[in-house]
């Protein structure tokens, strides 16, 4: 079914046809110059010494937690209300996701101290996920971790150029991830970034990301090099330069998208008002820049049946919705591991995702508020 107003719109023009063009005329379409280009650029955007080009997300995950040294048996601290990319990169290396609930229905992100509450001897990290691209509550998160000796990774997907007190996110614990999947704010169709600030992460996560190799093909072809080692078992997750293309592109549009996210949540809030007694909107209080990656609402007093009641009654006007996210501990797969995080189920029987990007209209907002209070 084809929807009046979608859940997500892709910010694409000629210019993202033409990098494409060029970079396959250039000859050289695998990892190459436009991939060092986008990692020097996404770097500068962050102020942070080192960004890596990946392959996805899920695999830059995979590798972040590598670096920081998680091995098997090591327990993990991490959401359930993430996408399931999030534990599965953990589950990867043999350790085991210790899922924490969140703060409460007004902020999605894992709770700090629910975080300190689930530490063992044996935990070894802390995942963070900035839910929509709004902080986690960064400063008692890296105090417990400095407290307890763990590392923190950041899985910063929603939120490129999102800040946290004058921070970028991402570049506050040792190592952040980042999505350029389609419906991302920056769409490449597949992609992703590492950024970190700690020399020896980068080196490693560089080298886990193709095959533990010494030098690589286009250093080869380039006359650098001649012959390489292989100094560890490594993976193929590298970026190809026709996708780098697309991400410079991108890279450029961003600000001015998130500067038009930040109107449309404006208006969704002004227009949300006199829904207040029916629903939670997360994060109205926030004050930070961030990415407004997506627009989740919570229905209050309801239960599964009747969000996906009111789910059906908005895609009836066109409108389409969507849930973030299945909880994780839920998923079949992940049923040996339990959790005890009963607002994570709350939120996950009652959320909405409205749409959500930067063309869209006040009028728009209007017919999609109006759409869901008739829904309610
Ligand atoms: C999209 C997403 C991922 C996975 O990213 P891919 O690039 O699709 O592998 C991981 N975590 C979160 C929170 C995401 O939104």
Wanted: aromatic share 10%.
């Amino acid at each position: 079914m084809s929807y009046k107003i979608p859940l997500f719109d892709l910010n694409f023009d000629e210019r993202e046809e033409k990098a494409i063009v060029e970079t396959i005329r250039s000859n050289w379409i695998s990892i190459g110059p436009r991939c060092e280009e986008m990692e020097r650029i996404f770097a500068e955007m962050l102020g942070v010494k080192y960004a890596i080009g990946m392959s996805n997300c899920t695999t830059a995950l995979h590798l972040a937690y590598l670096a920081v040294g998680i091995e098997e048996g090591d327990e993990v601290i991490c959401p359930s209300l993430s996408f399931v990319a999030t534990a599965n990169a953990i589950r990867y290396i043999g350790a085991k996701p210790v899922f924490c609930d969140i703060e409460n229905y007004d902020d999605l992100n894992i709770s700090a101290a629910r975080i300190e509450a689930a530490i063992t001897p044996k935990t070894k990290a802390i995942v963070v996920m900035h839910f929509a691209g709004f902080p986690c509550d960064m400063d008692a998160i890296m105090a417990i971790a400095a407290k307890h000796n763990l590392r923190v990774v950041e899985d910063a997907c929603h939120g490129p150029l999102s800040e946290y007190k004058g921070k970028k996110l991402g570049t506050i614990g040792e190592v952040g991830c980042f999505s350029f999947f389609s419906n991302k704010n920056i769409s490449t169709g597949e992609g992703g970034m590492i950024v970190t600030n700690d020399e020896q992460v980068a080196r490693r996560v560089k080298s886990l990301r193709s095959h533990g190799m010494t030098t690589m093909s286009y250093q080869r072809a380039k006359g650098h090099a001649t012959s390489y080692d292989v100094v560890e078992v490594g993976y193929n997750y590298r970026m190809d330069d026709m996708r780098a293309a697309i991400a410079i592109v991108q890279f450029g549009k961003l600000q001015e998208d998130l500067n038009k996210r930040v109107k449309v949540r404006e208006l969704y809030l002004t227009e949300l008002k006199s829904l207040e007694d029916k629903i939670y909107v997360p994060f109205a209080g926030n004050t930070e820049f961030v990415s407004n990656y997506i627009f989740p609402i919570v229905l209050k007093n309801s239960d599964v049946e009747n969000r996906d009641n009111v789910r059906e009654r908005i895609h009836a006007k066109g409108v389409q919705t969507s849930v973030h996210y299945p909880a994780i501990h839920r998923f079949s797969a992940y049923k040996p591991f339990g959790a005890n995080v009963p607002m994570t189920e709350y939120v996950t029987d009652n959320e909405i995702t409205l749409p959500m990007y930067a063309s869209l209209s006040g009028e728009d907002i209007k017919f999609i508020v109006d759409s869901l209070k008739d829904s309610i």
